[in-house]
């Protein structure tokens, strides 16, 4: 029989060898598995108090708050009262620089006034002044120096022309602007007055003065003067932009409160307003002759004040008057005085005669 190899024992040892190395590596990569999966351990949260109003000390602690520390002061930029701003924004002085033109259409003007003053869209920015720069050769362009800093409304002015201001500030940092100026075309008011049963008046004086009611006199040389025609209308043309007081009647005793208005071209028409009852006077003025007398001055003070002179016919017709009572004065150098006291009722009144006396 024959005889069998003997059995390897060292082959045995290291197949057991290589067995327990694999169980060793799957041991340790779980462990390294199971400590990169597991969450980090969080530290114990702190709690937050939100005020010492809200939280109590325990019996017999003592509270070492740490001072709240006040919010930074805000640097703010403005008008030169504020304290932050600096206080030298308008010191010194500031140039002025620009060109005017008229809109398309329009002629520019030989004459025309360059008008610098303090803006009131600026108000309180620095201390500026008013200028007036007159052109009279029709120069286009303008310099203005020695400005004191501070805001500006900067407009050119010309007869019958709009000139709308452009408002500049002049400032330390900046004290130089030039700017465009612009003449557009003025604009008209007008309007038709009636009586109570909606007829024309004709021969009733319409005032226009700029301003407004509490800033002028109303017999002022400035005003304008129109009379109504046989449909009552009236018209002022050649309005430039700006507050008006509107009068009807003499601008001493007006027939109604007068009336502030603001206009802005092209045009404004204004109703009628609501007139009191009016009067027709009619007066004859002779001498001793009874030969009518040309040149008599004939006046009034009230209800409505006229001044007035006869023509050759020595007749005068004076429409538009207030009813009450009247004393009409007549003076020539020649033929002396004379005088007429009456009631004014209404309606037409006369005509009346007035006979002048020599030396009375």
Not at 229 to 250: A, E, I, S
Not at 313 to 320: H, K, R, Y
Request: aromatic share 6%; net charge negative; no cysteine.
């Amino acid at each position: 029989m024959p005889s069998q190899a003997p059995i390897s024992r060292s082959g045995s040892r290291s197949g057991n060898a290589a067995f327990l190395l694999v169980i060793a590596l799957l041991v340790v990569g779980g462990v390294v598995a199971w400590m990169l999966l597991s969450p980090t351990p969080s530290a114990p949260a702190t709690p937050i108090s939100t005020g010492p109003e809200l939280s109590t000390p325990a019996p017999g602690h003592t509270s070492h708050t740490a001072p709240i520390a006040p919010a930074p002061e805000r640097l703010t930029t403005g008008s030169p009262s504020r304290p932050n701003e600096d206080p030298r924004r308008f010191e010194g002085r500031g140039v002025v620089r620009g060109n005017v033109q008229t809109a398309v259409g329009i002629s520019f003007p030989k004459v025309w006034t360059l008008v610098i003053e303090p803006s009131a869209a600026l108000a309180g920015s620095g201390a500026p002044t008013e200028r007036r720069v007159e052109f009279t050769a029709g120069e286009e362009d303008f310099t203005v120096e020695d400005l004191p800093l501070g805001g500006y409304a900067v407009r050119a002015e010309a007869e019958g022309l709009n000139g709308r201001a452009v408002h500049v500030l002049l400032e330390r940092t900046s004290n130089a602007a030039y700017i465009m100026l612009q003449l557009t075309p003025s604009g008209f008011i007008e309007g038709q007055l009636v009586d109570a049963a909606e007829q024309p008046i004709e021969g009733l004086s319409v005032w226009l003065f700029p301003g407004a009611v509490g800033a002028l006199g109303l017999t002022g040389a400035s005003g304008r003067e129109v009379d109504t025609n046989v449909d009552g209308m009236w018209r002022f043309d050649r309005v430039v932009d700006g507050p008006y007081t509107l009068l009807f009647g003499p601008p001493t005793a007006p027939l109604v409160d007068p009336v502030t208005i603001t206009f802005q071209a092209p045009s404004l028409t204004w109703p009628s307003p609501e007139l009191p009852p009016l009067t027709r006077l009619r007066l004859l003025v002779v001498d001793a002759n009874e030969i009518p007398v040309q040149g008599a001055r004939v006046r009034a003070g009230s209800p409505t004040p006229f001044d007035l002179e006869t023509p050759a016919t020595g007749e005068l017709d004076v429409p538009n008057l207030r009813p009450g009572y009247i004393r009409v004065e007549v003076e020539h150098p020649l033929f002396g005085k004379g005088d007429l006291v009456r009631q004014l009722k209404g309606g037409d009144d006369g005509p009346h005669v007035i006979t002048l006396v020599p030396g009375s």
